[in-house]
């Protein structure tokens, strides 16, 4: 008897432990059970058919050798342990270790003590304690499972913190209605952007944004309740979505009085479906502002923005197109950045800046557009864009290995941007340039075109290409043979730490390396 109550400790301590893992991956779904779901069944199987194997000979066990059952579970829990720490140790993202993951810890301890202290106190029967083995060790080869239940358990409760903490965020905004309210969304493109403006906007006004990719609801919320001060001027909101009604979410919580919209293309259609449907959630962002009789932002290069907001009021932005309101001419791009001229309404403004893109010169625009109705001043402007330093990972120029350059844009995920950095890339000639990317993901029906399509582009710049993971850059490399390419540059390796040890090999003075999208483990496969 009890060899069985042991065992069944060690299983709920080995479940306990190997919950690390399952938090981690539900953390990078976004606390989604749909999500999760999907990615459990895209993963690898071998661990899957070990733990079966394990499972099959433990039942066994629990009915013909107690003392083998413990033993068993002690070596096999011993090995999941060790399993996940090194699966957290080599994690891209780490697991963010929130309030949230620790509740879900804590009802995942309560349940075991309750379970475990249940069994010891009422089951007295040889067989009702086999049985609650058997329950115990189907737990712990379906920990994923348990995890959702924990999740699902957790949902009431935290959608009653949220509801605390957005009330809360609604109190403080209401304490300063003399602070005005910026909006920024867009398939890609919003974070720099941000970034962008609120460096311009600090020459004359005091300004908080929301940090990093903090641009969901919850992320807005935490950024009003940690970062806001009462000074505060300017509020800088990136507003994020993965469905319709995200941003119109964020827009009765902060009551933007401008908003920018930067881009809209073929981003998270797996959540989305269509592309009417993110058309019309980033345009949730000029309802709000309209309705509210501030004023909107439009980028009139991108043709789905352009269609949309023909009959609405608001500033037109554009690279090229001199009918806008804001444009950009005497384009000039060098190896470490590029200059132009803003003109709007009788001026131009000449500047100069260190980041690199076509796609930051309309950045660049749109902030600069908001920045003149603001009142900022011609040198103002000037020396904001001349101080700009790239967004970390993003088209992030540094020294790398053996005196070779890096073009870091690791967290771009869209198929414009992504197609601009390779052009980026091409544009240093005379050098070796090596693209290492696992391509591009949540695209829905598109994501097969839109990889084949990249991988036509990476033929056309690239001299060497790394590919990363076999099954899911398939489409990449059709369309990189389907250009002019030397077969024999192109590399496909299983995980971006062996490409990255292959291209330190090949790397010298005269290389320069392009890190495009460096997908979280949730896309291992």
């Known amino acids: 008897m009890i060899w069985l109550i042991l065992s069944a400790a060690a299983m709920l301590v080995t479940l306990l432990f190997t919950m690390t893992k399952q938090l981690h991956l539900l953390q990078l779904n976004s606390y989604f059970n749909k999500r999760f779901l999907e990615y459990l069944f895209t993963a690898d199987y071998k661990n899957a058919v070990l733990a079966l194997?394990?499972?099959?000979?433990?039942?066994?066990?629990?009915?013909?050798?107690?003392?083998?059952?413990?033993?068993?579970?002690?070596?096999?829990?011993?090995?999941?342990?060790?399993?996940?720490?090194?699966?957290?140790?080599?994690?891209?993202?780490?697991?963010?270790?929130?309030?949230?993951?620790?509740?879900?810890?804590?009802t995942a301890l309560t349940l075991s003590a309750l379970s475990l202290t249940a069994a010891k106190l009422f089951l007295y029967d040889d067989l009702q304690l086999m049985l609650y083995c058997f329950a115990v060790s189907l737990a712990l080869i379906a920990s994923p499972f348990f995890t959702m239940a924990i999740n699902l358990i957790n949902t009431p409760v935290e959608k009653a913190i949220a509801q605390y903490y957005i009330s809360d965020a609604k109190k403080i905004l209401r304490s300063m209605p003399g602070m005005k309210v910026i909006g920024i969304t867009g398939s890609y493109g919003k974070t720099s952007t941000k970034y962008i403006l609120g460096r311009l906007l600090l020459e004359k006004y005091n300004v908080t944004f929301t940090p990093e990719s903090y641009n969901t609801l919850m992320g807005v919320v935490r950024t009003v309740r940690e970062r806001l001060k009462s000074g505060t001027q300017v509020f800088v909101v990136e507003m994020g979505a993965k469905k319709p009604g995200d941003i119109k979410e964020i827009c009765d919580l902060v009551k933007p009085d401008m908003g920018i919209i930067t881009s809209v293309g073929p981003q998270h259609l797996n959540t989305f479906k269509s592309v009417e449907n993110i058309i019309k959630t980033k345009f949730e962002l000029s309802d709000a502002v309209i309705a509210k009789g501030g004023l909107m932002f439009f980028n009139h290069d991108n043709a789905y923005i352009k269609e949309k907001a023909k009959d609405l009021s608001g500033v037109r932005f554009s690279q090229n197109n001199p009918s806008c309101d804001v444009h950009a001419e005497n384009i000039a791009f060098g190896r470490f950045g590029l200059s132009f001229d803003i003109c709007t309404k009788g001026r131009r403004i000449s500047v100069t800046t260190k980041l690199l893109g076509n796609h930051n010169i309309l950045n660049i625009l749109a902030a600069a557009a908001v920045g003149i109705e603001l009142g900022l001043k011609d040198i103002d402007i000037?020396?904001?864009?001349?101080?700009?330093?790239?967004?970390?990972?993003?088209?992030?120029?540094?020294?790398?290995?053996?005196?070779?350059?890096?073009?870091?844009?690791?967290?771009?995920?869209?198929?414009?941007?992504?197609?601009?950095?390779?052009?980026?890339?091409?544009?240093?000639?005379?050098?070796?340039?090596?693209?290492?990317?696992?391509?591009?993901?949540?695209?829905?029906?598109?994501?097969?075109?839109?990889?084949?399509?990249?991988?036509?582009?990476?033929?056309?710049?690239?001299?060497?290409?790394?590919?990363?993971?076999?099954?899911?850059?398939?489409?990449?490399?059709?369309?990189?043979?389907?250009?002019?390419?030397?077969?024999?540059?192109?590399?496909?390796?299983?995980?971006?730490?062996?490409?990255?040890?292959f291209v330190r090999s090949i790397c010298d003075k005269n290389t320069v390396v392009l890190f495009e999208n460096d997908l979280p483990d949730n896309y291992a496969k």
């Open 53 to 106: 194997a394990v499972f099959s000979v433990s039942l066994v066990l629990i009915f013909v050798s107690p003392l083998g059952l413990f033993i068993l579970v002690t070596v096999t829990g011993i090995f999941r342990i060790l399993s996940t720490i090194r699966h957290m140790k080599k994690a891209k993202k780490k697991i963010s270790y929130t309030a949230r993951i620790k509740r879900m810890y804590g």
């Open 382 to 501: 000037k020396f904001a864009v001349s101080q700009l330093t790239a967004v970390p990972h993003r088209l992030e120029m540094k020294p790398f290995t053996n005196g070779s350059l890096l073009i870091d844009d690791a967290y771009n995920a869209n198929p414009e941007g992504s197609a601009e950095a390779v052009k980026v890339l091409g544009s240093f000639s005379g050098m070796k340039r090596i693209i290492i990317t696992p391509g591009l993901v949540e695209l829905g029906e598109k994501e097969y075109e839109c990889n084949f399509n990249l991988g036509r582009i990476c033929a056309d710049h690239c001299d060497i290409i790394i590919l990363v993971g076999a099954k899911r850059s398939v489409p990449l490399a059709e369309g990189v043979k389907s250009g002019n390419f030397t077969e024999e540059n192109l590399h496909v390796m299983e995980t971006f730490q062996d490409a990255l040890a």
